[in-house]
């Protein structure tokens, strides 16, 4: 353990409150009331989706070797029991709509738009004409598509979002294994704070702000929480409010104020004696004199409960700051987190910044995603909310980040790169002219899919960027492979033929993930050209390949050798790359490295032949390289025709040029 004393750096610190920090026991609770918890069990489905063989679309269920023609219709099948106990029969088809059953002895289904339903008032039948050809199986989705029986959907250790709910009552679990959020307390202290429904305020008096805010930050996180007002600097009266909230069934307390070096200052002193104080200070800006306890509270039934104490500085600037980079990764322990980390992202500066000279800094700002961050290139780009005094909350209005900016008293000129800890939803902000659509960037939480799509109507060639990382979509890491593949993407643009990248995500080392986002791209958004970034080596967790090859139809080999002769220039290594490059409909898709510098030295590889490839894919055969002369333009002649001119043509010039002899022979 630290002394009192001891300044610690905030890596220590939060090593150490993540370290002691244990997870509650899991509890059984309706689905409803799963949300934003996580999963304590596995969750199997119990029986296959669809439990019977489903149409896709609203059309005819056909016998798909009968082909075009009219046939009669002797059934509808709509979603529910209907159609049940009829045969489709060669020269017939049934009515079904998507969703609905497949009737026995159909083995296809022509969608209504290839179809035209016959109308003929003399006959009480219904019959229609089938306008196209179709193949078995077409739009017909069979038993247990799209979840098999036993299949595990959901793991241990996920989130519950909107979407985990519906799988959880797609599979009929009601009730659900669960580890809970904490339970909050949080306390003001000072003799100067009066209740915020103080209308008067007399001299030396300020309303308690942070008490409010902390409740509501708590609610944020999903947890419960016990108000337990304002206390005043006296240590009988906080160690008695003390008391009242261990017995409470608390799991964290959250103080403010009284952690300072005044003599008036109790609540680190109180916490100390009641149990382990394992840091005072911290350096940092704002928030020094954070302090952190463990106590083990002794309950009247004699069991013992580990209770998580932090002394937040009063000043309500610095209590929040410590509120997101301390208290919340507590949070996630508490909760079953598997990943308690911040989510990081790089950014772009605005305006220049003045570090200080002493403690690194978190410094408060408004982080927006442009189309131009400045430098030509899509990107985050921060503002600073203003005035950094700690005790000046508005410093906090509308900032969604903390910049973490170093301790060295110079000043990080504008455009330059830092990292930043998102604390709040991007899409609130007020987006610029040049931003993307508010919805782009919600997926920034966890692990899930972090999808940006840009308007792109007018772009020629349409690209989508795959950044496939466990540490960049955890946020334990910033992305710098994406954002460097887009640049050299978008700065290449015209020897592309148009190509601008419109799409950019971040997914984990998982292969259902990666084809989940794959399979949008190409068949939903119908990208002209996707390009994943990572996941290619050998260790387990790379499996981008297998990903893609499970998704490609037609295989393109020369790409990746062209890839790997210019990387084998640079490193021996590059050997040892899996990667997988094909089409599928009418994208292309191509597996890089994950190294910035590698993913830049393909792209410049693949630049003279991706044009041409890029217009194939759209049915554009026509010949571009300048020394190679069109098909079209090319005379139509026999090769042992031409060979056989030629040789004449040699003869008869070599005889031309012997001089004959005075009697007329050679």
Known sequence: MCEKSEMLSV?????????????????????????????????????????????????????????PGEYPIITESRAGNDGVGVLVTPGTVAYVTTGGPIPEGADAVVQVEDSELITDPSSDSKRVRILTQTCKGVDIRPVGYDIQKDAIVLKSGELVGASEIGLLATVGVMMVKVYPTPRIAVLSTGDELVEP?????????????????????????????????????????????????FSAGINILLTSGGVSMGDRDFVKPLLGKRGTLHFSKVNMKPGKPVTFAEILFQSADTTSKKILAFGLPGNPVSSLVCFHVFVIPAIRCVAGWENTSHLRVLVRLGHSIK????????????????????????????????????????????????????????????????????????????????????DSASGLQGSVPQEITVKSQDVACRVAVLTVSDTVASGAGPDRSGPRAT????????????????????????????????????????????????????????????????????????LLYVMMQE???????????????????????????????????????????LKHALRQIKGDKREKHPLHLPHHH?????????????????????????????CGTH
């Open 355 to 438: 570090t200080d000279p002493m403690r690194p800094e978190f410094h408060r700002a408004i982080v927006r995603w442009r189309v131009n961050d400045g430098s030509g290139n899509p990107g985050f780009v921060a503002e600073s909310t203003g005035h950094q005094m700690s005790s000046r909350l508005l410093s906090m209005k509308s900032a969604n980040a903390l910049l973490e900016l170093p301790a060295s008293g110079n000043v990080i000129p504008a455009g330059n790169y830092v990292s930043a800890i998102i604390i709040s939803d991007i899409s609130s902000v007020s987006m610029g002219e040049q931003s993307f659509s508010s």
């Open 567 to 609: 990387s084998l220039k640079v490193t021996p290594f590059a050997i040892l790359s899996r990667a997988a490059a094909g089409i599928r409909g009418s994208t292309l898709m191509i597996n890089m490295p994950g190294n910035p510098n590698a993913v830049a030295e393909c792209m410049e590889a693949l630049l003279p032949t």
């Open 634 to 662: 090319s005379q139509a002649e026999d090769t042992w025709e031409r060979s056989y001119k030629m040789a004449s043509h040699s003869h008869s010039s070599s005889s031309s040029s012997i001089s004959s002899c005075p």
């Open 487 to 558: 640049s050299v993407v978008n700065s290449s643009s015209e020897k592309l033929g148009g190509a601008r990248v419109v799409a950019t995500a971040v997914v984990p080392d998982d292969v259902s993930k990666i084809k989940e986002i794959l399979q949008k791209w190409s068949d939903v958004d119908r990208m002209d050209l996707i390009l994943t970034l990572g996941g290619t080596g050998f260790t387990p967790r790379d499996v981008t390949p297998e990903a893609t090859k499970e998704l490609i139809e037609k295989e393109t080999p020369g």
């Open 11 to 67: 890596e220590d610190a939060l090593h150490i409150v993540k370290t002691v920090s244990p997870r509650l026991s899991p509890v059984i609770v309706p689905i409803h009331e799963a949300l934003g918890k996580v999963l304590a069990q596995d969750i199997r489905a119990p029986d296959p989706l669809p439990p019977f063989t489903a149409s896709v679309k609203d059309g005819y269920a056909v016998i798909a070797s009968d082909g």
């Open 197 to 245: 429904t103080t209308e008067h305020l007399n001299r030396g008096q300020i309303r308690d702000s942070n008490r409010a805010m902390l409740l509501a930050a708590a609610l944020q996180q999903h947890c419960k929480v016990l108000d337990l007002g304002i206390a005043h600097d006296d240590e009988e009266e906080i160690q008695r409010i003390l008391d009242d909230a």
